[in-house]
């Protein structure tokens, strides 16, 4: 069975949140309190993310089967699924198996070219990297708003802007992550979801205007060539991971996405 560690509050119809690749729980405080006035809110650890175990050969596909069988074995039926990046695909994938209510993907992997999803891997692969060289500089580094937008740009939309605690949590969580490595080689083989059940649930797919580490302009299209029947939405001003540049739009999207499946 598989384990995750998980962060549950509030009351209501169920919402999985579902990060992206190197990031953890956390990175979606800045809605769920807002969520939990509604819902309850189930924000997971991914296998080898956080403080969930790693699994012995990571992919996107054996993640999403763990989030599968996590959600069968806690009895979360047909939630209301949302991820980001990496775990946008994942909610798609749990969509188009019928696993779900309705699905909010925040820039989902997998719409891009292949020199899109190269500087995606090797973009993500040498900030780790970073990170990791600059460990013991971190906290000084992400200390100042100049650290932070150098260090940060490929993720957030306004990184000057984001609480130093709060970098360096993401930063550091990035380094140490031991899923990172073999979930980023994963995509080299991944694909876009099967549409399956996406036809018969609400899907919303929002995409940041500045987001540069899967390109706004050329991805959010092909997501809406791909999927032609879901909501797109732009986020202005917001980056790759949304929730700190615009944390009121991007419950907004999520809520309304809720609604429609009502």
């Known amino acids: 069975m598989t384990t995750l560690h998980h962060h549950r509050v509030g009351a209501g119809e169920p919402i999985v949140l579902i990060h992206g690749v190197g990031a953890q729980w956390r990175i979606w405080k800045p809605i769920i309190d807002t969520l939990a006035a509604s819902y309850e809110v189930i924000a997971v650890d991914l296998p080898g993310f956080g403080t969930s175990t790693p699994l012995a050969h990571t992919t996107v596909d054996t993640l999403t089967d763990a989030l599968a069988e996590f959600l069968s074995a806690q009895g979360i039926d047909r939630p209301h699924l949302a991820g980001n ?36 891997q090797q973009s993500l692969g040498r900030s780790q990297a970073l990170a990791r060289v600059l460990r013991p500089a971190l906290p000084a580094v992400l200390g100042t ?48 979801p099967e549409t399956g059940s996406l036809a018969d649930i609400p899907v919303t797919i929002a995409w940041g205007n500045r987001d540069i580490l899967l390109t706004y302009a050329t991805q959010s299209r092909r997501a809406r060539a791909v999927l032609p029947n879901a909501e797109h939405v732009t986020l202005r001003g917001s980056g790759h991971t949304p929730f700190f540049d615009d944390p009121s739009s991007c419950a907004r999207v999520l809520r309304e996405t809720i609604e429609r499946a009502r």
Do not use: Q
């Open 145 to 192: 708003a100049v650290g932070r937008t150098v260090f940060l740009t490929l993720i957030f939309g306004k990184p000057w802007a984001l609480n130093a605690h709060v970098a360096l949590d993401i930063a550091t969580n990035a380094a140490d992550a031991a899923g990172f490595a073999p979930a980023l080689a994963s995509f080299t083989d991944t694909e876009l």
């Open 85 to 120: 990046s990496m775990g946008g695909l994942i909610g798609l994938n749990l969509g188009a198996r019928g696993l779900a209510r309705s699905v909010t993907a925040y820039s989902p992997i997998a719409f891009w070219s292949t020199a899109g999803r190269i500087w995606c």
